[in-house]
């Protein structure tokens, strides 16, 4: 999930404008949990796995 969706329950702002510190708080520790992949949308991820499994299907074909 990322933060720019998020309203805080303290100030009723977006978390991603940090008005108060709870929001800063909050958007410092989303940040440093974020993983690569939280950045794509959910139809890049669809096609990196298309691509993932396409590869390995090549593979397995070679192989044989």
């Known amino acids: 999930m990322t933060y720019d969706r998020l309203v805080c329950a303290n100030c009723a702002a977006p978390v991603s404008e940090g008005r108060c ?3 800063r ?3 410092e520790r989303l ?3 974020s993983n ?3 950045g ?3 139809m890049a991820l669809v096609a990196l796995l298309a691509v ?3 590869a390995v299907a090549l593979l397995a074909q070679q192989t044989v």
């Open 52 to 54: 993932l499994v396409a």
């Open 36 to 38: 690569p992949f939280s």
């Open 31 to 33: 940040q440093q949990e």
């Open 40 to 42: 794509l949308n959910p």
């Open 25 to 27: 708080a909050n958007r």
């Open 21 to 23: 510190p709870v929001c």
